[in-house]
């Protein structure tokens, strides 16, 4: 894909354009976190987050784009601020991310478009950010809130569209969220497009199809991120999903903070060839954690291979990625120069973000 492609170059690059963030430039800032499945906003000063679900990923994979989503999403941009308290006249830029790029692969001309239109409506300037600078602003959100709890050289966030595995110099990640990656696993073993689909009972040939798709996706990992790598994993689908569980099925004594390969790999196969009712009485998971459980612990599982990794931490944050939005100064140095950066998405993609505003006219 060709965000994979420009992930790979531009290494060197975004780690570079973060760490020279300062967030030195206009004294007051509104940044929005444009996730898949809704928008946070915070500004510069305060601690206040307002947000507002809204679902992007479904109209995506169903072919229809985002145009039933830009109504709700002026009238978030619009609104959040003023719930929140922001002042006005602070430089506002969002920063849209894995249901964006996908937005971006399936037509990057009727994208500008739409940007554009929200731009005009609600006086945003929306960047599709690219999947590493999201790593980066990830591990600079999880030092911050972690600080000398965080004692690995990388984070796991897996969010619902995308995932990352990010550190302080170098982050890989690709569109193998929660969901995505589920959608995917229902398409090769159940040939259905629903999230969720009934994925158990799983056979034994249909666990080493999933565990062998893992393998190829993941597959760059090594290449990208040279180990030793070990993980702190950050987010819901592992600790209030995975983990749990884990440690439910798990011999005595096992933490609940810490998951190991083999109990991991050994609760997998337990779990596979029972039906969802029965995975819920056997791990006590919550119900809607159990739709995406088996999934979720093959994703973790995967990672961890990938990684050469035979443990890995769990430490729940509440990440963002405004921090790290609202330090970009690269970002925001567009928020003054967005139509140029609107006439370069098309020809450029991801690029666009990291090319040079200084050089527009």
Request: with cysteine; net charge negative.
């Amino acid at each position: 894909m060709r965000a994979a492609r420009f992930f790979r170059f531009a290494a060197g690059l975004v780690f570079a354009l973060l760490g020279a963030s300062t967030a030195t430039g206009e004294s007051c800032r509104i940044a929005y976190d444009m996730g898949s499945s809704g928008i946070r906003a915070g500004a510069t000063g305060s601690a206040v987050t307002a947000q507002a679900g809204i679902d992007y990923l479904d109209p995506l994979w169903a072919g229809r784009g985002l145009e039933e989503t830009v109504e709700p999403t002026i009238a978030a941009l619009n609104d959040l601020p003023r719930e929140a308290g922001f002042p006005a006249g602070c430089a506002r830029v969002g920063g849209g991310f894995s249901a964006w790029r996908l937005a971006l692969e399936q037509d990057a001309g009727q994208l500008a478009a739409t940007l554009a239109r929200i731009r005009a409506a609600s006086g945003v300037a929306v960047l599709v950010i690219p999947q590493l600078q999201e790593g980066a602003y990830g591990h600079a959100g999880a030092r911050q809130l972690l600080g000398d709890r965080l004692t690995t050289s990388h984070v796991l966030d897996i969010g619902g569209g995308s995932l990352q595995i990010a550190g302080e110099r170098g982050a890989w990640g690709d569109v193998l969220g929660q969901k995505a990656w589920q959608r995917r696993l229902c398409q090769e073993i159940r040939n259905s497009e629903s999230v969720p689909c009934d994925l158990q009972p799983m056979t034994g040939a249909e666990l080493a199809t999933a565990r062998s798709l893992l393998a190829e996706l993941l597959g760059g990992v090594a290449a990208v991120l040279p180990g030793p790598v070990t993980l702190t994993a950050i987010s819901r689908p592992v600790s209030r999903g995975v983990a749990p569980a884990v440690a439910r099925l798990a011999p005595a004594g096992a933490a609940a903070d810490v998951l190991q390969r083999p109990a991991l790999s050994a609760a997998i196969d337990r779990i596979a060839g029972l039906t969802g009712s029965e995975t819920l009485v056997a791990t006590g998971s919550p119900r809607g954690h159990v739709a995406y459980l088996l999934s979720t612990m093959l994703l973790v599982e995967g990672v961890l291979l990938a990684t050469g990794g035979e443990s890995l931490k769990v430490a729940e944050i509440d990440l963002t990625n405004l921090p790290g939005l609202l330090a970009d100064d690269h970002a925001f140095a567009w928020e003054g120069r967005h139509d140029c950066y609107l006439e370069r998405l098309p020809a450029l993609g991801l690029g666009a973000y990291a090319s040079d505003p200084a050089t527009c006219p």
